[in-house]
């Protein structure tokens, strides 16, 4: 269904307000995990840290760092205040969630965790655009499995 223009305007809003104000900007200094991520096709780069909880349940610290488009930048923003201080099973769930709506593949199991991650829904019609808004996910992703490792 097509983005009302109040929607859109909302959509633009926060997306600037993110890319350019960026929250959880910057490195946590170690022990930490760490995973570098990039777009070749786009020129985006973002690093993640993060830190686990004790038990290594939970997500306890995550700050990102990197350039990019300001949906790269917008969306790793938003992750970061999303899934910090979840579990690793809450924000596994959330960026399958994210990618559903970013994907165009479906609904989300819970719509209302997403919060105003679900603005970049936009990007589904860009498949360019879902590799950006991707990629901070991915690079949390890598760095939780490097813990496995």
């Given at each position: 269904?097509?983005?009302?223009?109040?929607?859109?305007?909302l959509y633009q809003q926060v997306i600037?307000?993110?890319?350019?104000?960026?929250?959880?900007?910057?490195?946590?200094?170690?022990?930490?995990?760490?995973?570098?991520?990039?777009?070749?096709?786009?020129?985006?780069?973002?690093?993640?840290?993060?830190?686990?909880?004790?038990?290594?349940?939970?997500?306890?610290?995550?700050?990102?760092?990197?350039?990019?488009?300001?949906?790269?930048?917008?969306?790793?923003?938003?992750?970061?205040?999303?899934?910090?201080?979840?579990?690793?099973?809450?924000?596994?769930?959330?960026?399958?969630?994210?990618?559903?709506?970013?994907?165009?593949d479906g609904a989300p199991a819970d719509?209302?965790?997403?919060?105003?991650?679900?603005?970049?829904?936009?990007?589904?019609?860009?498949?360019?655009?879902?590799?950006?808004?991707?990629?901070?996910?991915?690079?949390?992703?890598?760095?939780?499995?490097?813990?496995k490792a």
């Amino acid at each position: 269904m097509p983005l009302s223009e109040e929607l859109r305007d909302l959509y633009q809003q926060v997306i600037l307000d993110h890319s350019k104000n960026p929250r959880n900007r910057g490195e946590i200094p170690p022990p930490c995990l760490h995973a570098h991520g990039d777009n070749p096709s786009c020129g985006d780069e973002i690093d993640v840290w993060l830190r686990l909880s004790e038990d290594g349940q939970n997500i306890d610290d995550l700050k990102f760092t990197g350039q990019g488009c300001a949906i790269s930048q917008a969306s790793a923003s938003m992750m970061t205040q999303k899934i910090k201080g979840k579990s690793k099973t809450q924000a596994a769930a959330m960026r399958e969630d994210f990618r559903r709506v970013v994907m165009g593949d479906g609904a989300p199991a819970d719509e209302d965790a997403l919060g105003e991650l679900i603005l970049l829904e936009g990007v589904q019609k860009f498949p360019q655009r879902v590799k950006c808004a991707m990629l901070a996910w991915r690079a949390v992703e890598q760095a939780l499995d490097s813990a496995k490792a």
